[in-house]
């Protein structure tokens, strides 16, 4: 079975984790050969500071995700990625313009996931994140989105735009949420007494935990399923 690699970022193994799901990382290594793997400064920022620096809050989750890490389920990728994501940040901090100033959607982290998925040629990013998301996959949405948001006119910079689709046009991302539901068509639940109402609490659990995503779309996630 040919290997898929899927590049995390820390939104979502921060909502995997809040949500004991991180052995979904276990799940997919074994039934699927998928290689989950982050960056540096994803590791840095969700594992080695909160363990270094004895941040209670997140200790348990750091911990979590150090034993992924020890167990082969999660890899650190080394890549110099550091100038493309600078490129990558200064092409999306100057796509959209509201009253003729810049628009600052992203910064370092995540045009480094950007870099870093060019650079290793990944099948997949793994983000919950919505902004990095939206300019990823539908750009012209979140335009629309932020026009209603800020209730003004959002201008969009072809040059940047087009700049920046050359680097990122045609990479997939997907979320926590839509993890959990592949892994509930895979049999993740299949020894649970009620594995949809394990597939319903588990959307929740995610939406509450940091994923983006709505109450419609665990209801067409759920209606899907029963279709």
């Known amino acids: 079975m040919k290997q898929k690699t899927v590049l995390c970022d820390s939104s979502s193994l921060i909502s995997l984790t809040n949500s004991c799901f991180i052995d979904l990382l276990y799940f997919f290594t074994k039934k699927f050969n998928t ?10 920022e969700i594992i080695e500071r909160p363990l270094s620096i004895s941040m209670k809050a997140y200790e348990l989750s750091a911990m979590r995700m150090k034993k992924a890490i020890d167990d082969r389920a999660l890899s650190e990728v080394n890549e110099d990625t550091l100038e493309k994501a600078k490129e990558i940040m200064d092409l999306a901090n100057n796509m959209l313009f509201a009253r003729s100033k810049p628009i600052h959607l992203v910064d370092i982290g995540e045009a480094d996931i950007i870099a870093l998925a060019k650079a290793t040629d990944c099948d997949v990013i793994l983000m919950d994140e919505r902004t990095t998301r939206m300019l990823i996959e ?4 979140l335009k629309e989105h932020m026009e209603a948001e800020m209730g003004i006119n ?4 072809k040059r ?20 959990v539901s592949i892994a509930y068509r895979s049999g993740y639940f299949s020894t649970f007494q009620n594995p949809e109402k394990m597939l319903e609490a588990s959307l929740y659990s995610l939406k509450y935990g940091g994923c983006s995503i709505g109450f419609n779309e665990i209801d067409q996630i759920l209606d899907e399923l029963n279709a």
Do not use: H, T, W, Y
């Not at 700049?163 to 990479?171: L, S």
């Open 138 to 141: 539908a750009p012209f949405r």
């Open 35 to 44: 290689q989950f793997i982050i960056a540096p400064s994803v590791k840095k």
């Open 160 to 179: 940047s735009f087009d700049d920046f689709n050359k680097i990122a046009g045609g990479m997939k991302v997907i979320r926590s949420s839509e993890l």
């Open 154 to 157: 959002v201008m969009l910079n």
